[in-house]
């Protein structure tokens, strides 16, 4: 990984594009509510040992899921492959990732996803911008399939260090606003609990098996 003065993959460029299409009309986008975790934690779910999670480790999660998404969300993505991580001396990183996921509204369907990462440690957040192909390492184009819309994502941590927020939304470019994309985030959120990378995170990562609590009614 190189440290080198940034000119041409700035955050900045890439939070302007993001909130470009977040807020273009036809484009089809969505929020997940902020997740305070340990509330959630303390509410949902059964620990085999006391755990308090600080923002830090919310932000180490999030720099891990960014470089090795199927190990952290292998419900989404069954192959991972990232290359060209810089670091720069503005505190903010960028690398590409080439991903097999399942589609948003498709059933039984998975493609290629390539997306430009762009991290900012100062705000705690990672921006993933969609495209339709990539340089690889050597230095061929790729390209997608088309089996979905390009879409970009913002991952990130809030709240304080002792009660950290887990924050998420979703744009998805498409040619109008579509509501059949809104179902799998609305399940999500009835679903309740944490979001399924945590539930990774802590169980492999930190060593704290947990299991959901068993409804009261």
Known sequence: MNTVRN??????????????????????????????????????YEVIKPIQLTRSMLWD???????????????????????GRDSYNDGTEHFVREIDAKAWIIEDTTGPVFEEVFITHKEQRVIFLGRDEL???????????????????????????????NTWRIVILTESSDPRYHQPFKEMVKAGGLPGFLEIYINRDLDVPLSRKEPLW
């Open 61 to 83: 999660m999030e720099l891990k899921k960014a470089w090795n998404p199927a190990k952290y969300i292998p419900y989404v993505v069954s192959r991972d492959h990232s290359w």
């Open 135 to 165: 340089k690889t390492e050597t230095g061929e184009t790729i390209r997608t399939n088309g089996y979905q819309p390009l879409f970009h994502v913002e991952h990130g941590v809030a709240g304080t260090e002792d009660a950290p927020l």
């Open 7 to 44: 000119t041409g993959h700035s955050f900045a460029r890439a939070n302007e594009e993001f909130e470009s299409e977040w807020e273009n009309q036809r484009n089809t986008r969505f929020e997940l509510p902020a997740v305070d975790v340990n509330e959630v934690l303390s509410a949902c």
